[in-house]
């Protein structure tokens, strides 16, 4: 396993933060490597070999300081030094084909963080059981708020499927330990002028096992983020930019 701390770019680097994934980060890794030429995997303490299979699939390893998904993330803008970061989820619910999708936009310089939305995409997580049915209308619900606050049009901030311009991504103080950081980029992005683009992602169920959100005790986090920063006001200076939602 190599352990590393940072590096690559610059260009495009994906990150996939995995806690046991074993069974899809290979395959994963192998499909994102066909669009981009550096794939980080930043591993959350995986007991299953994950960081292993990943080494072996191509991928630089790192070793996360802290466990969650948000702390894994900013660790990777923290380190890296690629001129966009890719981020996709190690379950192999999302399509790497979409990649190019994602980093066009902010290549062409139009926009500074793209997100897959599963609104047109379509999802089949978000079914009709109970657990999915209620993700899905919070999910809803939130990005009402999100469009109202900021008069945007965008149909899905919470994807983890997504790519943003590394300058931007540490400009914009991240804090959240876990999930809530994919809402929590979104919504700092618009407070600080940044622009923010969907482009339709199709999101498949993930491979093997269970998610590691857990939805009724994550809820009222996200619904505090949502709300917690919306309430402040936007953030001018010269790293404003004109929205694109």
């Not at 070999?49 to 900013?74: N, P, W």
């Not at 169920?205 to 709300?227: D, I, M, N, Q, Y």
Request: charged letters at 25%; glycine letters at 10%.
């Amino acid at each position: 396993m190599r352990n590393v701390t940072g590096t690559a770019g610059p260009g495009v680097t994906a990150v996939i933060a995995a806690l046991n994934e074993a069974a899809s980060i290979g395959d994963v890794i192998e499909a994102t490597l066909r669009y981009v030429p550096d794939v980080l995997a930043m591993d959350g303490g995986s007991e299953d070999g994950t960081s292993r299979i990943a080494a072996q699939a191509g991928a630089r390893v790192v070793e996360c300081l802290r466990k969650g998904k948000g702390h894994a993330l900013r660790q990777a803008i923290a380190d890296e030094a690629a001129d966009i970061l890719v981020f996709i989820d190690a379950d192999g619910s999302h399509d790497a084909a979409d990649i190019p999708r994602l980093i066009e936009p902010i290549a062409r310089g139009e926009v500074d963080l793209v997100v897959g939305s599963r609104v047109p995409g379509g999802s089949d997580e978000l079914d009709h059981d109970p657990g999915h049915a209620v993700r899905a209308l919070g999910t809803h619900v939130l990005q009402a708020i999100v469009n109202l606050r900021f008069a945007t049009h965008l149909t899905d901030m919470q994807n983890g499927f997504r790519a943003i311009r590394t300058p931007v991504a540490r400009d914009l103080a991240l804090r959240e330990p876990g999930f809530c950081i994919e809402e929590e980029m979104v919504i700092q992005c618009l407070r600080r002028g940044y622009r923010v683009l969907n482009v339709p992602s199709h999101e498949y169920r993930r491979r093997h096992g269970r998610s590691k959100l857990r939805v009724w005790a994550e809820g009222p986090r996200f619904l505090w983020t949502v709300l917690s920063l919306c309430a402040r006001p936007r953030v001018r200076g010269p790293q404003a930019r004109s929205q694109d939602g």
